[in-house]
Nanobody, 121 residues
Framework: QVQLVESGGGSVQAGGSLRLSCAAS????????MGWYRHAPGKQRELVAA???????NYADSVKGRFTIARDNAKNTVYLQMNSLKPEDTGVYYC???????????????WGPGTQVTVSS
């Protein structure tokens, strides 16, 4: 069984910073893509940033230049450094990982329970 556990959420004022972490544990053979999604009130869940095992990254246009995604493959951990936060960044942030539990398994997506980020103006 695989678990993803996020940490680092909280409340900050606009212009502030937060760093989210997500560690994957359990039966893991290989992790390909890891990423962060957010679900804002009244909106659909959206991709914020993603990173491959080789380090290629992808960002939502709304966070480019402000957020940085990174990962530590040895620790099965992904990070999201969020700077210059805006009230519209408020939402529940979910970690996701596309991984194979065993050598013979296919890739499947796993999700963390989410962590709340609140940015006040």
């Amino acid at each position: 069984q695989v678990q993803l556990v996020e940490s680092g959420g909280g409340s900050v004022q606009a212009g502030g910073s937060l760093r989210l972490s997500c560690a994957a544990s359990g039966s893991i053979f290989r992790i390909n893509l890891m990423g962060w999604y957010r679900h804002a009130p009244g909106k659909q869940r959206e991709l914020v940033a993603a990173i491959t095992s080789a380090g290629s990254t992808n960002y939502a246009d709304s966070v480019k230049g402000r957020f940085t995604i990174a990962r530590d493959n040895a620790k099965n951990t992904v990070y999201l450094q969020m700077n210059s936060l805006k009230p519209e960044d408020t939402g529940v942030y979910y970690c996701a990982a596309d991984l194979r539990a065993t050598y013979s398994a296919t890739y499947s997506r796993h999700w963390g329970p989410g962590t709340q980020v609140t940015v006040s103006s």
